[in-house]
Each structure stands twice: as C-alpha cells, then as structure tokens.
C-alpha cells in the first residue's frame, strides 16, 4: 500500500492539529494502521494505531487523551486529531500499514508489524 501523509506543521503549545493519511494500492478496510512518531536525535515510537474496522483504538500513555485516532474506509483515510500539544510532540510522524490484513492490535506497538510507511510529516510545538 502506497501512504501520504499531511497536516503537519508549526503550532504553540496548547494548539490543535489534524494529520491524514491517504493510502492507496491496497483494501484500506482490511488494513491496521498505525502512526508513529521520531523526534531529533530519537529511535521512531509508536502513537497510536485503529483496528482495519476502526472498531479498537490503541495509544502510546503521553497520547492517552490528548489524540485521537480514526480513520473513513469510504475514503481510503486515516487521521490523528491531537490537541493539547506540547513540545515533546515534536517529530515527524509517519502513518503505516500493517502487513497482516485483518489483525488484531496486540502486537500494534512494534514498527516490526508494517510493511508500508508514508514518507512522514513534520510537527513542531513551540513553546
């Protein structure tokens, strides 16, 4: 599956930002998808992730109320609506697709589980 992502940006802490993930190549609805996120001089870190159904949702603990994972199947699009952004949120945050379709997300925190990445979209928190 071919990934774009977007809406990144600059922001102050406190702001708001809305990603996406547009994914292509691939039956978006039997997809796990995830976004992970690597900050300067920082191995990637998973995020978030939402089951292929967006039935089950899935959050690193520093996410946990603050983003919001979801996607639309209808429009082969994930998002990641995060709020009360601080400046450790800065990073490039990358989408990715899991290589088993239809799977569970037990094992959803581990990079090991995508085949696919998008190319990453920067977010900068300024304080």
């Known amino acids: 599956v071919q990934l774009q992502a977007s809406g990144g940006g600059l922001v102050q802490t406190g702001g708001s930002l809305r990603l996406a993930c547009a994914a292509s190549?691939?039956?978006?609805?039997?997809?796990?998808m995830g976004w992970f996120r690597q900050a300067p001089g920082k191995e990637r870190e998973f995020v978030a992730a939402?089951?292929?159904?967006?039935?089950?949702?899935k959050y690193e603990d520093s996410a946990k109320g603050r983003f919001t994972i979801s996607r639309d199947n209808a429009k082969n699009t994930m998002f990641l609506q995060m709020n009360s952004l601080k400046p450790a949120d800065t990073a490039v945050y990358y989408c990715?697709?899991?290589?088993?379709?239809?799977?569970?997300?037990?094992?959803?925190?581990?990079?090991?589980?995508?085949?696919?990445w998008g190319q990453g979209t920067l977010v900068t928190v300024s304080s």
């Open positions: 990715a697709a899991y290589a088993v379709p239809r799977t569970s997300l037990i094992y959803a925190e581990s990079a090991s589980g995508y085949d696919s």
């Open positions: 190549g691939r039956t978006f609805s039997d997809v796990t």
């Open positions: 939402i089951s292929f159904n967006g039935g089950t949702t």
